[in-house]
């Protein structure tokens, strides 16, 4: 399984129905699940980004697939990174010589 962290931001209709908002992580959740994935951690956060969540998933695909359905949506966008475990880290460093 592949780490990701995900930086969400509401759209205009995202905020607009705020109030909605847990069920429509309810709904992710089990959207990510089906697709083989899971949300390890969900915040909401202040700053820059209104909410970031560290999910996992099989392979780069369906997290594309997964965020673009948010997407379509129209209530978040998103910004993706991948993100290495530390054994992987050390890996890639040790491998640069």
Do not use: C
């Not at 429509?24 to 390890?40: C, N, P, T, V």
């Not at 965020?67 to 890996?91: I, W």
């Amino acid at each position: 399984m592949t780490t990701y962290v995900v930086l969400l931001n509401w759209t205009e209709l995202g905020l607009k129905n705020a109030v909605d908002s847990p069920n429509r992580l309810d709904g992710a959740k089990k959207m990510l699940k089906e697709m083989g994935g899971s949300f390890d951690h969900f915040y909401l956060t202040m700053g820059e980004y209104d909410m970031v969540a560290v999910m996992t998933a099989p392979d780069d695909a369906v997290m594309a697939r997964f965020t673009l359905g948010l997407g379509q949506r129209g209530f978040v966008r998103t910004r993706t990174l991948k993100a290495f475990p530390e054994a992987a880290y050390r890996e890639i460093i040790k491998s640069l010589g």
